[in-house]
């Protein structure tokens, strides 16, 4: 392992005497302090918070490196973690605070130990701003996180508090770099420290605890004047802690408390940015044990606010876990689009019997349903009855599916998924194999995940008894 470690140092080095004008970051860092079980992780700022994209072992001289390609500028942060531990914990003073911005072709010499660390050389002026804000913010979170870094309470922090919002205003006078984009973020990324530093401080265990009655004047301004407004937040590893820690504030700064039951709404009414309000309901949902009233009621709440790929697959996929196909359950909705591009929803179609079809055109046995399914449509032509059809062909074979669905003159409605076997539809019915058929009520609730064949002598009849 130190040999592979070595080796990939002197590759690092390497290339950052050769690579010019790439897509690369290059970080060479030193480590002082106990090296047994130390790994060096580069986490990625990603949806407010930070995940881990490399992971570096320690030279015998405690020599470390990155060299990621960065295909979009953007904070990272690097942290020291013992391996040893089964939860691979971070330091107990580490303050989440080795911040790096990366753009294509930063090169970064950096210094760290178990609580700290220093930059050595930068040709990035916005990491040098950044290193020194760092620095200063570092005295502040020790005050405000707990008793990880010191047993202070609240007669100790009130007094400094002053002095700490003075030098974060005094520090973001000073951002000036050139870079419009990198300016407004780093202005945020100080004024999100201080606030949830401020917050964390009341939220952490203490000696003692202030009531409302004892917080200065900035708690007010606080939750009047820093409710969490930019979309900007999930670009900084503390931008989702903001937001949580805030709702969680201006709702006990409520006169009145809502019930346990209706917290989360509550809480997602304290946030005025939608797409701040959808990542606070799909990080939350996870409190709810069944799918029931109370949580098809969250849901609903939060839906408007799922305005991306990633939250309403999160959410996708939390609701599978407590998700049962039971008749009488509301069906989980899915989507396709028709030969010319339009998309249809299963809820589309609600206020008819909805006869679902999931099929392929590489299933043989799936297109030997088809002339069994058309007299089907026939004999119900007329009626509240839709049939709907869609395919989990590959996208790639997107022409062949209309090609098909023209030449047989299929009818109904005919929709293709997106992702073919990890579609929407696929992943909401556990659907592993097809032809699957389904039954969905007027109502749009299941009447069975797994109904007749066209092909099966009682499937007319059977729809009879459901309409």
Same mark, same amino acid.
């Given at each position: ?11 690092l ?11 690369y ?72 605070l ?20 220093e ?43 002053p ?5 974060? =205003? %005094? @520090?973001?006078?000073? $951002?000036?770099?050139?870079? !419009?984009?990198? /300016? ?35 708690y ?9 407004k930019?979309?900007?937040?999930l ?48 990080n ?16 609903k ?14 959410? =996708? %996929? @939390?609701?599978?876990? $407590?998700?049962?196909?039971? !008749?009488?359950? /509301? ?14 929803k ?17 299933c ?10 058309k ?93």
């Amino acid at each position: 392992m130190k040999f592979l470690a070595a080796m990939a140092l002197f590759a690092l080095i390497l290339a950052s005497c050769t690579i010019k004008n790439t897509d690369y970051a290059i970080i060479k860092g030193q480590y002082s302090g106990e090296k047994e079980g130390r790994e060096i992780h580069l986490c990625k700022v990603q949806h407010g918070s930070t995940q881990t994209v490399a992971v570096s072992h320690l030279s015998k001289d405690g020599n470390f490196g990155f060299a990621p390609v960065v295909d979009q500028s953007g904070l990272f942060v690097v942290n020291v973690i013992n391996s040893n531990d089964q939860y691979k914990r971070k330091f107990r003073k580490d303050h989440n605070l080795k911040r790096l911005y990366l753009e294509k072709g930063t090169k970064l010499e950096i210094k760290i130990s178990e609580g700290s660390y220093e930059l050595l050389a930068s040709n990035s002026a916005k990491n040098d701003l950044l290193s020194k804000w760092n620095q200063q913010v570092d005295t502040l979170f020790t005050y405000s996180h707990g008793f990880g870094y010191n047993f202070t309470d609240y007669t100790n922090f009130f007094p400094v508090l002053p002095q700490f919002v003075e030098q974060s =205003k %005094a @520090f973001q006078s000073i $951002i000036n770099t050139g870079d !419009k984009s990198f /300016d407004e973020l780093m202005t945020l990324l100080v004024e999100t420290d201080l606030n949830l530093a401020a917050l964390n401080f009341i939220y952490t265990p203490r000696n003692i605890h202030p009531e409302p009655k004892d917080y200065p004047a900035y708690y007010d301004y606080l939750k009047k004047q820093r409710a969490p407004k930019s979309a900007r937040l999930l670009e900084l590893p503390i931008g989702y802690d903001y937001t949580n820690l805030y709702s969680m504030f201006a709702i006990m700064s409520l006169a009145k408390k809502p019930a346990r039951s209706e917290w989360l709404k509550v809480a997602i009414d304290q946030i005025p940015e939608p797409l701040l309000k959808g990542y606070y309901g799909a990080n939350n949902i996870n409190k709810y044990k069944a799918y029931d009233d109370e949580y098809i009621s969250f849901k609903k709440k939060i839906e408007p606010y799922l305005l991306t790929d990633y939250l309403k697959h999160k959410v =996708k %996929a @939390f609701e599978m876990t $407590i998700r049962d196909f039971e !008749k009488g359950l /509301d069906a989980i909705d899915f989507s396709g689009k028709d030969i010319n591009g339009k998309e249809h929803k299963l809820s589309d179609y609600k206020g008819t019997l909805v006869y679902v079809d999931v099929w392929a055109t590489w299933c043989g046995p799936c297109k030997g349903e088809i002339p069994a399914l058309k007299e089907l449509e026939k004999k119900f032509h007329g009626q509240p009855v839709t049939f709907l059809s869609i395919s989990v062909d590959k996208p790639k074979d997107k022409q062949k599916w209309i090609d098909y669905v023209n030449n047989e003159q299929l009818k109904g409605v005919q929709l293709m998924a997106d992702k073919a076997f990890d579609s929407d539809v696929t992943k909401a019915y556990s659907i592993n194999s097809i032809p699957r058929f389904m039954l969905i009520d007027k109502e749009g609730k299941i009447i069975t995940i797994d109904a007749p064949r066209p092909s099966d002598e009682n499937i007319a009849d059977f729809l009879k008894t459901n309409i």
